[in-house]
């Protein structure tokens, strides 16, 4: 019998038990095990495994985003859908820039520089450097491999805390896709990011916010003369997010998508003189 054969066979019964586990995509989630898995033992491994509640991405090894695999690990972020507007919008905020310097904080595996380079190579306008920062050693990890093809330069630390003092005043997109989160509502998230994701990489603080008012702050000394901030907030926290970026001096505006239910908040450093 053929490997395809074979596959045949066994996705039916694959996918049944990711359905009674509760997966609502199992049909395609079994295609996508049978074709990570070289034998039935390693097969069996990574149908127990989700049916324990293992996220997909850290069984396969990669996320999709943007029409990217993007590379993911236990205990590391799994971007998502929703975040593939704030690229979109950044992109789009980028080609006014001839060479534009681009900085993602709090990147988890790096899923937003590489989409955002991606998309900038296509229209013709390559960054001219491309950092990103996290706190997280093994989120770090994974977004050195996914920010190599671009020739990206990956930092751990502090939010700003780690980035070449060389970049200060020079960055035209600077994205922060921060937690937001509040710390009482982490209950109420999916198990799979409960249990599998970093706290670290969803804990907001009270109300969400707590990241991203030390990244407004901050940002004023790295953004270049009409360079932007870029960060994703519930609906709900949207006036109060633009509020905290238009007190550190920032112009916000606030735009949502509705197909992807998301929300961003950008801030634009004034320009020069």
Same mark, same amino acid.
């Given at each position: ?18 359905? #009674?586990?509760?997966? &609502? ?20 491994? %990574? ?18 985003? =943007?029409?990217?695999?993007?590379? &993911? ?8 859908? @929703?975040?593939? *507007? ?19 904080? =709090? =990147?988890? !595996?790096? +899923? ?20 990103? +920062?996290? %706190?997280?050693?093994? #989120? ?15 930092? =751990?630390?502090?939010? *700003?805390?780690? %980035?070449?003092?060389?970049? +200060?005043?020079?960055? !035209? ?19 799979? !990011? @409960? ?16 990241? %991203?008012? @030390? ?15 870029? !960060? ?12 905290? *970026? ?8 606030? &735009? ?18």
């Amino acid at each position: 019998m053929s490997d395809s054969a074979a596959a045949a066979q066994h996705e039916p019964v694959v996918a049944a038990r990711l359905r #009674a586990a509760g997966c &609502v995509f199992a049909e395609d989630e079994a295609r996508l095990l049978l074709s990570a898995a070289g034998t039935p033992a390693e097969l069996e491994e %990574l149908v127990s495994r989700r049916v324990a509640g293992q996220p997909l991405e850290h069984l396969l090894g990669w996320a999709q985003f =943007c029409g990217l695999r993007i590379a &993911v690990g236990p205990g590391v972020f799994v971007p998502r859908p @929703r975040t593939e *507007f704030l690229v979109r919008h950044a992109a789009a905020l980028a080609r006014g820039t001839a060479r534009p310097v681009i900085v993602d904080l =709090c =990147c988890g !595996s790096g +899923a937003i520089g590489a989409a955002l380079a991606a998309a900038l190579q296509r229209s013709g306008r390559a960054p001219e450097q491309l950092h990103a +920062a996290d %706190l997280d050693p093994a #989120a770090v990890a994974c977004a050195r491999r996914n920010l190599a093809p671009a020739g990206g330069q990956v930092h =751990c630390g502090d939010l *700003f805390e780690p %980035l070449p003092a060389a970049l +200060a005043g020079q960055v !035209s997109i600077l994205t922060a896709n921060v937690p937001y989160v509040p710390a009482g509502e982490i209950t109420l998230l999916p198990a799979e !990011s @409960r249990e599998h994701e970093p706290r670290l990489a969803v804990d907001g603080g009270p109300d969400g916010l707590d990241i %991203l008012r @030390r990244v407004s702050a901050g940002a004023p000394a790295w953004l270049a003369p009409a360079g932007y901030l870029l !960060s994703e907030v519930s609906e709900q926290q949207a006036a109060t997010a633009a509020g905290i *970026f238009r007190g550190n001096g920032l112009a916000p505006r606030i &735009v949502s998508s509705a197909g992807l239910a998301a929300t961003i908040v950008t801030g634009q450093q004034p320009p020069a003189g």
